[in-house]
């Protein structure tokens, strides 16, 4: 991992990877906020996975810039396209960075995200934080993202506790909850994702099982300030709370399985896992507790009787995980 001074004087530092699937709409504003950054070394590959809208002419447009190369192909899912558009990254870049086609960047990410990892040569990545914005660009809900991505929890005691949002980020950070999301927000070094494989389609959440793995070969650095429009609207697939919990159940059960992890890895894992399983049971029950309070008996006992069970849930289910691969266990 070496600084920038050991590179080219001339080409791209960072690779901007793209995906964009009938994103026609946002794409043109997101390359805007890519071109306007202030820290001008760098590419974008835009890799259009099978669109059928006028997404792909909306880029065509911005060609003239040379920094700026779209790439078509057949529809085979946002982790191939991200790891199409890894693979074509110009010879000794050593960043990349995934934005959706629908995001958008403050001027001064990648001069933040690269000063962060300049600094850092032990880690594999650095991240800013995300807020909401709606269909035209305007911010929803202000402060609820960050304090989200913010929320990482310590186990001390048995217990989860908060952890400094200034401090490093590894795998225990990242096990219960993926809280480096959007992709847009997260730095990379092109070793680190060549040694972790890329992404893997296997997953729902594929973006989280594979800043998972990432944060196996080295830190993830936070940088505590808002820095990415993250965009909602009906199309975002993380509106989909059971496809969000068929997701996070196969997460849960692929890393907690991995084979090949290291015992200190499992160690933390699982006390991770039961530390969070007793808090969801002492949530559970005293709402339960105070459903039956109110006279709602049914309710009340049904939700104790779920809170208990998690008692007995002593680790993720191995049957959540996908099926596996003969590389499933590269990046721990």
């Known amino acids: 991992m070496t600084p920038l001074e050991d590179h080219p004087a001339e080409g791209p530092l960072v690779t901007v990877v793209i995906p964009l699937y009938n994103g026609g709409t946002y794409v043109g ?3 805007r906020s890519v071109l306007a950054q ?13 669109s059928t809208d006028d997404g792909p002419d909306v880029v065509r447009s911005f060609e003239s810039d040379p920094r700026v190369r779209l790439v078509t192909g057949a529809h085979l899912g946002v982790a191939a396209a991200r790891n199409d558009g890894a693979g074509r990254a110009s010879t000794g870049t050593p960043y990349l960075a995934f934005l959706d086609a629908d995001d958008v960047w403050h001027p001064e990410l990648l001069a933040t995200l690269v000063g962060a990892l300049e600094g850092r040569a032990d880690a594999a990545g650095a991240f800013v934080l995300a807020e909401y914005i709606d269909a035209d660009g305007a911010v929803l809900h202000a402060g609820d993202f960050p304090r989200h991505m913010r929320g990482r929890l310590d186990l001390r005691d048995g217990k989860l506790v908060s952890r400094d949002v200034h401090a490093d980020v590894g795998p225990e950070h990242l096990f219960l909850s993926n809280l480096v999301y959007p992709p847009s927000c997260l ?3 092109r070793i680190a ?9 296997r997953f729902l959440a594929e973006d989280w099982e594979f800043v998972l793995r ?15 429009g993250y965009r909602r609207h009906t199309a975002n697939a993380s509106g989909d709370r059971a496809r969000n919990v068929r997701g996070a159940r196969q997460v849960w059960a692929s890393v907690f399985h991995r084979p090949h992890a290291s015992v200190e890895t499992r160690r933390r894992l699982r006390a991770v896992w039961r530390a969070h399983q007793s808090r969801t049971t002492a949530r559970k029950v005293a709402e339960g507790r105070a459903l039956l309070a109110r006279g709602r008996i049914i309710p009340g006992a049904g939700r104790i009787v779920d809170g208990l069970a998690h008692t007995m849930l002593r680790r993720p289910l191995r049957v959540w995980a996908p099926s596996s691969r003969p590389d499933s266990d590269r990046g721990d």
């Open 38 to 50: 202030s820290f001008a070394r760098f590419e974008v590959i835009v890799v259009d996975d099978g």
């Open 29 to 31: 504003e997101t390359l």
């Open 214 to 228: 990432l944060a196996g070969r080295g830190p993830l650095v936070p940088v505590d300030r808002v820095m990415v």
């Open 193 to 201: 994702f060549d040694a972790v494989g890329g992404f893997d389609d």
């Open 187 to 189: 730095l990379l070094r």
